[in-house]
């Protein structure tokens, strides 16, 4: 990633910020305290809060090839038995004027706080005067706006329906170019937590107060899950964002950072300081960075674009990913919408937390705007977002989640490279390219197989390794072949370890070819068995479940006792 701007080395920060806000009285839940850190997880222990990737052009909802096409907002809107309650930046997106009117019209009362700067700009008041239309909404809608106006911003995203459900997340689902940026929404079913969202909601539309004037009067703290998980509810600026994120962040030995923009210094010299330590590591994406990011931006991201060029600079293990291509295509049509920061708590209580807000990594974000930030404890909490896919030992062997099923963490390593600093090794293969996640098993295979041979049956030790070429999502570039990264040791001669004797790989996103090879233990390749291959398009970050199988060689050849096979590829 060839950069054309000014890099602007900064102070590192010597002193970190430790205060946290208070938080308030317990939820509707006893606490548990957390079980054996390293046992799988249920399914889901607290489906009470749920998160959903929105993503319409690259990836796939709930692991399968499907592409995530859908919209989730529309069947929220349309869930409403009595009101809704929306702070909301701006609207400029007609569906949800039309979902919106049509709720109005079926008796839903409605109202809307938002940015008054956008309520009042010409190419946004169509909108807005079509919700305020008596004749389209039936008296059921009323707006209020903040009373500033910019630099500050109501920024605060989230929706209270029937003051039972809250939903929030970084999603921009009332914007026109909803379709070109990918976030999360997070539903969460829980009258304590509706409680705080509409005291912060009220102080808005009733009371008037915005910024700095509201007060910090809500309950913060939801034991959820029954007791498996902790949920914390916060509100900027009178909540102090930075101050929390900051907490978090120092407790913690490994950080996983995603955020479109990243331009207050005052936290990012925070991080430089954490960083200094040899022993933590932090994987960083920034979406806004070059001809997409102003001056600040560009010097946050060039700051930490310092720390990976100069290997004069003693740093812990730092990967840069700026989540842009050379051809422009990625941002043009795909913005990474998050503010998500994932913290192992390695050096505090082992429990790991994700930190989720609505607030870009700005001072106006961090200080002054109407945000929303939650604060997600424990692993029952943090598998919504990840469950510990370990690229490449990038988390301790011990980290604080059982492996399970990828989430958003995992595909956004994935999607771009990073640039490691000195002190760190690429984690994965095809480190210059946009990569995606092939995960499923490989049918017949076992470590010790019986075969035909001759006429005769034969016990013979096998191993298995995989083989890639394609052509490049991007540039259409053909590669290959090539050995793709594997994760973990994917076939160990016990069934315990792995019994369905299933792969998980990240391979360079495009059009793929891939092939299973069948060897003896030392490597050495067999003419046994025909390699299997199977060929398929996988997009950046997306995920696919694609089934192998391995044949034995010859005419007529037959492997016996192990099965009858599978083969092919196939949605899970």
């Excluded at 317990?26 to 957390?34: I, V």
């Excluded at 430089?272 to 994406?285: K, V, Y």
């Excluded at 600079?313 to 941002?331: A, C, E, H, K, R």
């Excluded at 059009?511 to 199977?534: A, C, K, M, W």
């Amino acid at each position: 990633m060839s950069r054309t701007f000014t890099v602007l080395l900064w102070a590192l920060a010597l002193s970190m910020m430790v205060g946290l806000a208070g938080c308030g009285g317990g939820g509707d839940d006893e606490l548990t305290t957390p079980g054996n850190r390293n046992e799988p997880l249920p399914e889901d222990l607290a489906p009470e809060v749920q998160v959903q990737v929105v993503d319409h052009l690259y990836r796939v909802a709930g692991l399968t090839d499907d592409i995530l096409d859908n919209d989730p907002i529309f069947s929220i809107i349309g869930s409403a038995s009595s009101s809704l309650d929306i702070a909301v930046t701006r609207i400029n997106r007609q569906e949800v004027v039309d979902a919106l009117l049509n709720e109005a019209q079926s008796g839903t009362q409605i109202r809307i706080v938002t940015e008054k700067a956008y309520y009042e700009a010409p190419n946004y008041r169509p909108f807005y005067a079509q919700l305020e239309d008596p004749d389209l909404n039936l008296g059921n809608i009323s707006i209020h706006t903040d009373n500033d106006g910019l630099p500050r911003l109501m920024h605060a995203r989230f929706i209270v329906i029937d003051h039972a459900r809250v939903v929030t997340g970084s999603y921009n689902w009332e914007t026109v170019n909803s379709e070109k940026t990918f976030g999360d929404v997070i539903t969460i079913l829980n009258t304590g937590v509706a409680a705080a969202f509409s005291n912060q909601f009220n102080q808005m539309f009733n009371e008037g107060n915005f910024g700095v004037h509201k007060r910090n009067d809500t309950q913060h703290s939801f034991v959820v899950g029954s007791g498996n998980g902790l949920l914390e509810v916060y509100f900027g600026p009178t909540d102090q964002p930075r101050e929390l994120l900051m907490t978090e962040v120092n407790q913690s030995a490994n950080v996983l950072m995603a955020i479109q923009q990243f331009k207050d210094t005052v936290t990012a010299n925070s991080m430089l300081g954490w960083i200094s330590n040899p022993n933590n590591q932090l994987f960083l994406m920034i979406n806004n960075f070059g001809t997409e990011g102003d001056f600040a931006e560009n010097a946050v991201y060039d700051a930490f674009l310092g720390l990976v060029e100069d290997p004069e600079i003693s740093v812990g293990q730092l990967y840069l990913n700026g989540m842009m291509d050379p051809t422009g295509l990625f941002n043009g049509y795909n913005v990474m919408n998050h503010k998500l920061a994932f913290c192992d708590h390695g050096y505090s209580d082992q429990q790991p937390v994700v930190v989720f807000s609505t607030a870009n990594y700005s001072d106006l974000g961090l200080t002054q705007n109407d945000e929303v930030m939650l604060i997600m404890r424990y692993p029952t909490l943090v598998s919504k977002y990840w469950r510990g896919l370990n690229l490449a030992d990038s988390l301790p062997p011990d980290n604080v989640l059982a492996p399970g099923d990828i989430q958003e963490f995992d595909q956004l390593l994935a999607m771009w490279p990073y640039l490691p600093s000195g002190s760190a090794t690429l984690f994965r293969s095809f480190p210059d390219v946009p990569c995606g996640i092939v995960f499923g098993q490989v049918d017949n295979f076992r470590p010790t197989v019986t075969i035909n041979e001759d006429g005769d049956l034969v016990e013979i030790d096998i191993d298995l390794t995989f083989e890639v070429e394609g052509s490049l999502f991007f540039t259409g570039d053909a590669y290959g072949p090539v050995v793709p990264y594997a994760e973990g040791d994917l076939f160990e001669e016990s069934d315990l370890a792995n019994p369905d004797h299933r792969y998980m790989l990240v391979l360079p996103a495009g059009n793929v070819l891939l092939r299973t090879i069948v060897t003896s233990p030392d490597g050495t390749t067999t003419e046994l068995f025909q390699p299997d291959e199977i060929e398929f398009e996988i997009g950046p970050g997306s995920v696919k479940n694609v089934t192998l199988k391995i044949n034995q060689a010859g005419a007529g050849g037959t492997q016996a006792g192990i099965g009858s096979g599978g083969g092919g590829g196939g949605a899970a």
